[in-house]
């Protein structure tokens, strides 16, 4: 079992999917072509009136900077969000990773809507936007990003989905943006890439006692945690968290990175700031600075000088660790990027435990460092935060890397979608996409 919602037998028929501009199963893939689906519209023509709830609901915006407010929206996901299919695990995304996810460059608060029920005020339903420069097929699309869709489970099969997300639509056009991408388990007219979970275990004690994962024929626990077992250390040179000073330099890289991938995202230094710049139990990225790498190896090397003669060969620098040297200004020694966010997911009805601490692998960029290496290091660095487990898509170069380094396919998959534009040459196998949502 794995903490990731499931594919959905495909239906014949989908009464809300099959009125909107989405590509649907029945278009022909030679037919096509890069562009809206919809006819241009302009912001006048948007219709100005909330969609009607029914009458013992009114919608609301949530301030995610109220701590009230984000608790409220908290609460909601923590009781009603995500679950796998056994409903053993739920995703349990923390307020400050909320506020983190919610609130961008460019965030608009109407675009954390939520519905509350009329005299309680209790909120019983959320949908979410966020603005995204979106590049597909080489072409930039003005989008938002659609996440944290969510009903009160005693309010599910009422079809207040379908209204949140002409809602959360007409908000987004206001606006004057006509396109969107989304993730979901489930499968809807229609995913442009089909991606995979898979999940390295860190903890493999408790990912077994949780029922995570499961003890493999032949092999005892005491065998299990050797496997898994990572270094006390990272390895690559010059690796270091990244700090407001590389703010340029990661852009650059991170940019120059995803243009070669087919559906991707375009950062601005504001955004790569606001995505990247680590926060404790919300996001962590870590750099290969090729000075720091450069310092490191002068002072191993002093310092093999000292010791008695044969053990200064032990202790040079590897060849590895020259990446990027000779560069001068502080900014453009960043050679290499790793990053992962923090997403617990609660662990349902079990006695000892009640969280499963997962991270899971955000947007990386090797450069000379060999990926195995970098996220072999990522994993140490998780393991050593004490994370339980380590997940990532097999989407951009991931495949390279999953499985020597020990990661198990779950059972989940994850269906990518665009609103409003039609992409050639879809669906995009996994390695041509470059585009990861929370
Ligand atoms: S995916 C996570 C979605 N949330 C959950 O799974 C949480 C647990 N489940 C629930 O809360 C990440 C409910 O089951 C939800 C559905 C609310 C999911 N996406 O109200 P009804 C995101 O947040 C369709 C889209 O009766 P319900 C991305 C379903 O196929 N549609 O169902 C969100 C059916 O339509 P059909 C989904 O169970 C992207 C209709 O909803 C869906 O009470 C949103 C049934 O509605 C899903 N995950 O509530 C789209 N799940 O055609 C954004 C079900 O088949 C689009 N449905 O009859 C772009 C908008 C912005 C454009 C701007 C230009």
């Not at 989405?22 to 030679?30: G, P, R």
């Not at 695990?89 to 996810?101: C, G, H, I, K, V």
């Not at 310092?303 to 900014?331: H, I, K, R, V, W």
Request: net charge neutral.
């Amino acid at each position: 079992p794995v903490a990731q919602p499931s594919r959905k037998d495909i239906k014949d028929k989908y009464a809300f999917w099959g009125s909107q501009p989405v590509m649907q199963f029945s278009d022909e893939a030679k037919d096509v072509e890069d562009g809206p689906i919809d006819a241009p519209k302009t912001v006048e023509e948007v219709r100005k009136e909330p969609y009607t709830l029914p009458s013992s609901f009114v919608w609301c915006e949530c301030n995610i900077n109220d701590p009230h407010e984000v608790q409220e929206v908290y609460t909601l996901l923590h009781n009603n969000y995500v679950e796998d299919d056994d409903a053993m695990f739920r995703f349990n995304y923390s307020p400050e990773f909320l506020q983190w996810a919610l609130q961008p460059p460019g965030y608009q608060r109407d675009w954390h809507v939520g519905v509350r029920v009329k005299g309680s005020n209790k909120l019983v339903a959320f949908i979410s936007g966020i603005p995204a420069s979106i590049r597909a097929n080489g072409k930039p699309v003005p989008a938002v990003e659609i996440n944290f869709l969510c009903v009160l489970k005693k309010l599910r099969s009422k079809r207040l989905a379908p209204v949140l997300i002409k809602e959360i639509t007409r908000r987004v056009n206001l606006r004057g943006i006509w396109q969107a991408a989304y993730t979901a388990g489930v499968v809807l007219p229609r995913p442009v890439c089909g991606c995979r979970y898979w999940h390295r275990s860190l903890n493999p004690k408790k990912l077994i006692e949780v029922r995570f994962s499961s003890l493999q024929p032949r092999m005892t626990m005491a065998r299990t945690i050797k496997l898994y077992r990572l270094p006390s250390s990272t390895t690559t040179p010059g690796l270091r968290p990244m700090e407001a000073r590389d703010t340029a330099a990661v852009t650059e890289l991170l940019n120059g990175h995803l243009a070669q991938f087919k559906l991707t995202q375009h950062f601005s230094e504001d955004e790569v700031a606001h995505w990247f710049l680590p926060q404790p139990l919300v996001v962590d990225t870590y750099v290969v600075d090729s000075q720091l790498a450069q310092q490191q190896q002068q002072q191993q090397s002093s310092e093999a000088q000292q010791l008695p003669a044969g053990a200064a060969d032990a202790a040079a620098p590897s060849s590895s660790s020259s990446n990027g040297a000779g560069s001068s200004s502080s900014s453009s020694s960043i050679v290499s990027v790793v990053s992962f966010y923090t997403l617990p997911s609660s662990v349902l009805g079990h006695e000892e435990h009640n969280e499963l601490r997962a991270a899971y692998m955000f947007y990386t960029v090797p450069g000379p460092t060999p990926l195995t290496q970098l996220m072999q290091d990522a994993l140490t660095l998780a393991a050593g935060k004490g994370y339980d487990v380590f997940n990532a898509l097999d989407l951009m170069d991931n495949a390279s890397f999953l499985k020597e380094l020990k990661f198990g396919i779950g059972d989940g998959a994850l269906q990518y979608y665009l609103y409003n534009w039609r992409m050639a040459n879809t669906p995009l196998q996994p390695k041509e996409l470059g585009l990861i949502l929370l």
